[in-house]
């Protein structure tokens, strides 16, 4: 076997019968002479290749290679290739042509023909042959078979099925109003077939979108801003349907890649409308009662209807303090409070059957400075050996908001002389310290003082704060004499005086 073992080297001697050495050693070349007993054989039974379609003629759609164990050197070795059969043999038996010595598979159908939506299939088989003795009639073969498929390109435009499409909706509704069908005979679930719609005139304020439905490459047409009846009755759109994929070069979209939508608006009876709403109003409080508050617009939409419209209010928030007038649609203040105030109102048309709406007033009371400040707390306690001379810290208050409140001035009264016992210290927007000067003799002090808040004209409130001067000791303070002595300031202040005048 040549694939064993190729050529030897021996040495031989002859013997006679005796084993007596006659002649030699003489040296004896072995040549092993190749037979043709093996047959060509396929790598793989089964080989696959596409070609698209349109090709050119001599394209070249894959490569067969066959292997022999013979010599190589030798023709038993040289191999040819040839197609037997091609399955379908329609539109020709001989579409493809297989080089036989290199074994590539080339076309040789014309581009016209190798049409993949005109062809019987998009799958061929063809059974090679390789052959050895470079193909002569007494070589050996192998087979394998090749699955040749011819894959789609956007040869072909999605057409309509029809040029006019018609639908209805509802004014004022939303979600698909008609389905768009095409035609393309491109492989489907391909970016060739699969379409992309598109609203190319009759759209200006972007009512309507499309999007393909992947299932069935249909155009949903669909609403998105609700329509309106009393704008517009009728909507015509012109729709352009493509590919994914761009078209080759000598195919371009046509007029069946377009089609009209005419969409009928049905009228529905609406609800009448508040503008604006909500309606802001800011009035003044302890305006008299009666005053006008606001005009309440509610319009409805049916213009194009002779229909009437009752205005009722539903509820208040915080509190009813508003009467509305319905023939006028007029806002009166029946009481006034420091606060806002919410009216929600139903209006509703007499139509068939009758729609209705809601809508806001929101009433803002601007605050006026007309509370006086006070003073808390009322009353404080000290020692009357007391080191520390600070007595007590006092806040102000005002039942007004911002800006008729805070910062306060907080001052000691008007009499003479208080500034000799007493100091304020400000702390804050809000506090003040109130000092002591000297010790001052158990006793009721009733200390006046002047609160003003930061309104716009400020209010200020005379007002007082009651000390009472206790005992200390031992850390208990007792006040329960000190209630029996009522002196007041002044009083306080003459026997200062009285004392001083005495002393000179």
Same mark, same amino acid.
């Given at each position: 076997?040549?694939?064993?073992?190729?050529?030897?080297?021996?040495?031989? $001697?002859?013997?006679?019968?005796?084993?007596?050495?006659?002649?030699?050693?003489?040296?004896?070349?072995?040549?092993?002479?190749?037979?043709?007993?093996?047959?060509?054989?396929?790598?793989?039974?089964?080989?696959?290749?596409?070609?698209?379609?349109?090709?050119? @003629?001599?394209?070249?759609?894959?490569?067969? @290679?066959?292997?022999?164990?013979?010599?190589?050197?030798?023709?038993?070795?040289?191999?040819?290739?040839?197609? =037997?059969?091609?399955?379908?043999?329609? *539109?020709?038996?001989?579409?493809?042509?297989?080089?036989?010595?290199?074994?590539?598979?080339?076309?040789?159908?014309?581009?016209?023909?190798?049409?993949?939506?005109?062809?019987?299939?998009?799958?061929?088989?063809?059974?090679?042959?390789?052959?050895?003795?470079?193909?002569?009639?007494?070589?050996?073969?192998?087979?394998? #078979?090749? @699955?040749?498929?011819? #894959?789609?390109?956007?040869?072909?435009?999605?057409?309509?099925?029809?040029?006019?499409?018609?639908? %209805?909706?509802?004014?004022?509704?939303?979600?698909?109003?008609?389905?768009? #069908?095409?035609?393309?005979?491109?492989?489907?679930?391909?970016?060739?077939?699969?379409?992309?719609?598109?609203?190319?005139?009759?759209?200006?304020?972007?009512?309507?979108?499309?999007?393909?439905?992947?299932?069935?490459?249909?155009?949903?047409?669909?609403?998105?801003?609700?329509?309106?009846?009393?704008?517009?009755?009728?909507?015509?759109?012109?729709?352009?349907?493509?590919?994914?994929?761009?078209?080759?070069?000598?195919? =371009?979209?046509? /007029?069946?890649?377009?089609?009209?939508?005419?969409?009928?608006?049905?009228? =529905?009876?609406?609800?009448?409308?508040?503008?604006?709403? *909500?309606?802001?109003?800011?009035?003044?409080?302890?305006?008299?009662?009666?005053?006008?508050?606001?005009?309440?617009?509610?319009?409805?939409?049916?213009?194009?209807?002779?229909?009437?419209?009752?205005?009722?209010?539903?509820?208040?928030?915080?509190?009813?303090?508003? $009467?509305?007038?319905?023939? /006028?649609?007029?806002?009166?203040?029946?009481?006034?409070?420091?606060?806002? %105030?919410?009216?929600?109102?139903?209006?509703?048309?007499?139509?068939? *059957?009758?729609? %209705?709406? #809601?809508? @806001?007033?929101?009433?803002?009371?601007?605050?006026?400075?007309?509370?006086?400040?006070?003073?808390?707390?009322?009353?404080?306690?000290?020692?009357?050996?007391?080191?520390?001379?600070?007595?007590?810290?006092?806040?102000?208050?005002?039942?007004?908001?911002?800006?008729?409140?805070?910062?306060?001035?907080?001052?000691?009264?008007?009499?003479?002389?208080?500034?000799?016992?007493?100091?304020? /210290?400000?702390?804050?927007?809000?506090?003040?310290?109130?000092?002591?000067?000297?010790?001052?003799?158990?006793?009721?002090?009733?200390?006046?003082?002047?609160?003003?808040?930061?309104?716009?004209?400020?209010?200020?409130?005379?007002?007082?704060?009651?000390?009472?001067?206790?005992?200390?000791?031992?850390?208990?303070?007792?006040?329960?004499?000190?209630? %029996?002595?009522?002196?007041?300031?002044?009083?306080?202040?003459?026997?200062?005086?009285?004392?001083?005048?005495?002393?000179?």
């Amino acid at each position: 076997e040549l694939s064993i073992m190729a050529d030897r080297t021996g040495k031989i $001697i002859f013997t006679d019968l005796y084993g007596k050495l006659v002649e030699g050693p003489v040296d004896l070349d072995v040549s092993v002479i190749d037979q043709n007993d093996n047959r060509p054989v396929f790598k793989e039974p089964r080989y696959s290749g596409e070609v698209q379609e349109g090709s050119p @003629t001599g394209t070249t759609v894959m490569t067969m @290679t066959a292997y022999d164990a013979d010599d190589p050197n030798t023709d038993n070795a040289v191999l040819r290739y040839i197609i =037997v059969r091609q399955l379908p043999d329609k *539109p020709s038996p001989n579409m493809f042509y297989i080089d036989p010595e290199r074994g590539d598979i080339v076309t040789v159908i014309s581009p016209h023909q190798l049409d993949r939506e005109t062809l019987p299939t998009t799958q061929y088989e063809l059974e090679i042959v390789a052959k050895d003795m470079a193909g002569s009639e007494v070589g050996l073969t192998g087979t394998a #078979t090749a @699955t040749i498929t011819i #894959t789609d390109r956007n040869d072909h435009a999605p057409e309509f099925t029809h040029s006019l499409f018609q639908a %209805s909706v509802n004014e004022g509704s939303t979600g698909v109003v008609v389905n768009l #069908t095409v035609d393309d005979r491109d492989d489907p679930a391909t970016g060739a077939w699969r379409a992309i719609y598109s609203i190319i005139n009759g759209d200006p304020n972007q009512n309507f979108e499309i999007q393909t439905n992947l299932d069935n490459n249909e155009g949903m047409l669909s609403v998105v801003k609700p329509l309106d009846y009393e704008s517009a009755m009728f909507h015509t759109l012109l729709i352009k349907v493509e590919n994914e994929d761009p078209l080759v070069p000598d195919v =371009v979209y046509g /007029s069946s890649s377009t089609a009209t939508v005419y969409i009928t608006v049905m009228d =529905v009876n609406e609800g009448p409308v508040f503008f604006p709403d *909500p309606l802001v109003v800011i009035r003044r409080e302890n305006i008299p009662v009666g005053s006008f508050v606001a005009m309440l617009n509610a319009t409805d939409p049916d213009y194009l209807q002779t229909q009437s419209i009752r205005l009722v209010p539903l509820y208040y928030d915080p509190v009813p303090n508003v $009467i509305l007038s319905l023939c /006028s649609f007029k806002s009166t203040l029946s009481g006034t409070r420091d606060h806002k %105030s919410s009216i929600h109102f139903h209006s509703q048309d007499n139509g068939s *059957p009758p729609a %209705s709406g #809601t809508g @806001t007033l929101i009433i803002t009371i601007e605050d006026e400075n007309d509370n006086a400040p006070y003073v808390f707390p009322s009353m404080a306690r000290v020692c009357e050996d007391a080191k520390d001379m600070n007595v007590v810290v006092i806040g102000g208050r005002d039942k007004d908001i911002h800006p008729n409140t805070d910062p306060f001035k907080i001052e000691l009264g008007k009499q003479p002389g208080l500034e000799k016992t007493w100091k304020i /210290s400000r702390i804050n927007d809000t506090h003040s310290q109130i000092m002591l000067l000297h010790s001052l003799k158990k006793a009721n002090y009733n200390l006046p003082l002047v609160l003003t808040d930061s309104g716009i004209p400020p209010i200020s409130n005379n007002t007082e704060i009651k000390v009472q001067v206790c005992t200390c000791k031992k850390n208990r303070m007792d006040c329960s004499h000190a209630g %029996s002595i009522q002196t007041n300031l002044l009083l306080l202040l003459g026997l200062v005086l009285c004392c001083i005048f005495h002393g000179f």
